[in-house]
């Protein structure tokens, strides 16, 4: 193949920065992701494209491979689900209003979070303000971050664990398209969707078999297997669909800098499946060194 030619692994296709959660500017989660040994790696910050050209440079000055990407939140029933995008249109009009439209949403609901917390803790919007960079896609780590600095938690892990948990009473849900919507627009702005740890425990589990179906009917790529909150059991069953199925099938890290112990290169994606995902993509072009 030859693509498969002008890249060097291993790689990482799932990383954070602080265009989203991670707790990193995109130049400093590539230099991590060198360090690991990584040497094909893709930015998915949430629901957000700027990283891409600061981590499309400092790939370069490190003669690494830049794949542009994204996790776009979605949901099903109760179910929040990330779908990753490479390789889409960053300028495609109908994934660019979605993505606004969820980014938006996050403010208001990550505001209604706060407002709820802060009737039992001392905790107010400009905590979280003061966690976020500029325009970052916001979330409950922002809001995990403020706790930390309030002195409430020690870390995002017992924030999540505690009070941002749902069965605590202060969650609130944000706008987010169904999983089908989500795959279509990356499918249509000529990105390859491939879903983000799909079968975690707990909440989030796994999403009926036969949806599974439809999304890949949809024109699902293919599914992050190998992450670290992936069951055994999960990945098996995913493995199974997607030899049967002829999909992409991933490994990643989803670092997020300091705001969670997983670390670049933890799991890669084989060479054969970077491929096939530069292959089938039409909407932008890896960056190569
Ligand atoms: P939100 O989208 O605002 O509901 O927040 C979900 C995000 O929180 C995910 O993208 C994760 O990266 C992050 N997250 C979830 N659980 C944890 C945890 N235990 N520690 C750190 N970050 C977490
Ligand atoms: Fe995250
Ligand atoms: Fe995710
Ligand atoms: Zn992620």
Known sequence: MRSAQRFDGPSDLHLHSNHSDGTQPPSEVVRQAHAHGIRTLALTDHDRTTGWEEAGRAAAELGMTFLPGMELSAKHEWRSVHVLGYLFDPIDPALAAETDRIRGDRVGRAERIVRNIGRDYDLHWDDVLAQTTQDATVGRPHIADALIARGIVRDRAEAFDGILHPREGYYEPHYAPDPLTAVRLITR?????????????????????????????????????????????????????????????????????????????????????????????????????
Do not use: C, Q
């Open 189 to 289: 702005a000529g990105g390859v969707a491939i879903i983000a740890h799909p079968v975690t425990s707990g909440r989030d589990r796994m999403m009926p078999l036969a949806f599974i179906e439809r999304l890949i009917a949809e024109g699902l790529g293919g599914f992050e297997i190998d992450h670290r909150e992936n069951t055994e059991d999960g990945k098996r069953l995913l493995r199974s669909i997607a030899a049967k199925h002829d999909l992409i099938v991933t490994g990643s890290s989803d670092y997020h800098g300091a705001g969670k112990p997983n670390l670049p290169g933890e799991n890669t994606t084989a060479d054969d499946m970077v491929a096939r995902i530069i292959d089938r993509a039409t909407g932008t072009a890896p960056r190569y060194p």
